[in-house]
């Protein structure tokens, strides 16, 4: 457990590898939501109550701690779960309306937001060569999905879509941060899917939106959303946010349209032009340039665990 501990206590091994893991999960979102034809909504509603059915029979390990939560913290975590869920549903719907390319640079500019959103919020400052990393990983993003930006008013409103949902998630990523620092991943994950989802289910029942009916492949898509990008991919993000800034964090955004632009062009066949290729090695320099800038800071935003025994390390 000594080495382990020591893993932790270094960071940039072990969260770098997390990190890794979760930016591959969440790239496959827009493509199990391309791959199913039902409603957006409906598809970020059953997402999220299956990744939560997937997570109770471990819920009752968790009871005491969720005992304790008082109600300031359930205010956060329903807010927390608004926002989470009002992200799902206009990002998820932007897919129907532009590229998967376009809508994921979009989503890209979240660290930027969440940059500024936790100096506003928690006063937390960030090393020159960090802010110049987000901003030229930002670039690279964009330049990404430029080629797909167009004109016509349907692209113009699912870019418009991103954008809002991308707001939405920053305000879920800052509330998380700092629900994290008392409140487990699992217990805080739990309830914000299960609010997510349930703000999405009345949205569903005022618009008269169909809850059964769909599809095996469709049933598949919900429950493939559920195991990788939301367990291997939002709740491992969730995880981070106690050992590592809010920004590094949300820094990891920016590998998604790398990663889904890739994957489009094998399993759905949308193109990879020049400029992408080359938005995607400026893209990675950006990445380099933060986690330079990063190794300069203290990256962890509380201590983790004093002690690596397995007793601690379940608590996180």
């Keep these: 457990m000594s080495s382990l501990r020591s893993r932790f206590s270094s960071g940039s091994g072990l969260f770098g590898l997390l990190m890794l893991v979760g930016v591959i999960a969440i790239s496959f979102s827009s493509i199990f939501i391309r791959w199913s034809s039902a409603p957006a909504s409906v598809i970020a509603m059953y997402r999220l109550f299956l990744t939560c059915a997937i997570l109770t029979p471990f819920l009752f390990r968790h009871r005491r701690e969720i005992r304790r939560i008082d109600g300031r913290s359930w205010l956060l975590l329903a807010s927390s779960g608004l926002a989470l869920g009002l992200h799902f549903l206009f990002w998820m719907n932007s ?8 809508s994921t640079a979009i989503v890209a500019l979240e660290p930027v937001l969440v940059m500024l959103g936790s100096y506003w919020a928690f006063r937390i400052r960030n090393h020159p060569l960090t802010v110049i990393g987000v901003l030229v990983a930002i670039a690279g993003a964009v330049l990404i999905g430029w080629g797909d930006f167009g004109l016509s008013q349907r692209s113009l409103y699912g870019d418009l879509l991103s954008l809002i949902g991308t707001v939405a998630v920053v305000v879920h990523v800052l509330l998380g941060s700092k629900l994290r620092e008392s409140m487990t991943a699992f217990v805080y994950s739990y309830f914000v899917f299960l609010l997510g989802g349930a703000v999405l289910a009345l949205y569903n029942l005022g618009t008269g939106a169909a809850f059964t009916g769909y599809s095996g492949r469709d049933c598949s898509m919900f429950l493939l959303l559920a195991v990788i990008p939301t367990l291997f991919g939002h709740y491992l993000f969730n995880w981070l946010l106690k050992y590592l800034k809010p920004s590094t964090v949300s820094m990891s955004i920016v590998g998604e349209p790398v990663g889904s632009t890739i994957l489009a062009y094998f399993l759905l066949g ?33 201590s983790p665990p004093s002690s690596a025994s397995p007793e601690a390390l379940e608590a996180t």
């Design 270 to 302: 949308e193109a990879i032009r020049p400029l992408q290729g080359a938005a995607g090695a400026l893209l990675l320099a950006g990445v380099w340039l933060f986690m330079r800038g990063s190794s300069k800071e203290r990256e962890f935003a509380v």
């Design 95 to 102: 897919l129907r309306y532009t590229s998967v390319a376009s």
